[in-house]
């Protein structure tokens, strides 16, 4: 099985990956221009990651999350993944366009790095796509294919092109086949952490 792969240029840089992640055929690729990055992977995650940080930005993958495969890329701007998280195969999250875009006139960039945020037990379907300014709240689920910047409210679905909601007030359980919501801890667990935080 192919090992973690660890690229590192510079010097300074905060990078914890728990003892207990196995992240086997993952890459992780830390630059220092335009700083110290940082990158934290939490107990129990697992998956095949891509991670690329660099400018000063931070990559925070929380306890317990998993993927089949994804991509995550941190320029100028923070990524914070919560715990428990689900993501399927081909997943992409970016805090940037990586290459800028100006106004003629001003000269001002207009295409500038935006923070990404991912709650608590958030399911991302397959090519999922996460872009800059994104916030996703806390046990929601993006639909296949869909393509995120902006907000999804927490125990929400959102799918589609531009992403839009299209149910709300449900959450989701890692089991597999039927049985009740009641049964299942950590599915209820993140249903009763929203509401206290309503």
């Known amino acids: 099985m192919a090992e973690l792969q660890l690229e590192v240029q510079g010097e300074n840089h905060d990078i914890q990956i728990s003892p207990e992640a196995r992240l086997a055929g993952s890459k992780i690729k830390v ?14 995650v697992t998956g ?25 890329v941190a320029h100028g701007a923070d990524i914070v993944i919560g715990e428990d998280c689900m993501f399927s195969f081909s997943v992409e999250i970016r805090a940037t366009d990586t290459h800028a875009i100006y106004d003629i006139d001003s000269g001002d960039r207009i295409n ?16 999922v796509m996460i872009l800059k300014g994104a916030n996703v709240g806390a046990g929601s689920i993006i639909g296949a294919r869909a393509v995120v910047s902006g907000t999804v409210p927490p125990l929400s679905v959102a799918a589609g092109v531009p992403a839009r909601i299209v149910r709300q007030n449900v959450v989701w359980t890692r089991r597999i086949g039927k049985g009740r919501l009641d049964l299942d801890p950590a599915a209820m ?5 929203v509401r206290e935080s309503a």
Request: charged content about 20%.
């Open 112 to 127: 500038p790095d935006k923070p990404i945020s991912i709650g608590d037990h958030v399911w991302l379907g397959k090519q």
């Open 48 to 72: 095949k990651w891509s991670l690329s940080v660099s400018g000063g930005s931070k990559i925070v993958i929380g306890e317990k999350s998993t993927c089949e495969s994804a991509m995550i």
């Open 189 to 193: 667990a993140i249903v009763e952490s």
């Open 31 to 44: 630059r220092d221009n335009g700083g110290p990055c940082s990158v934290h992977i939490g107990a129990g």
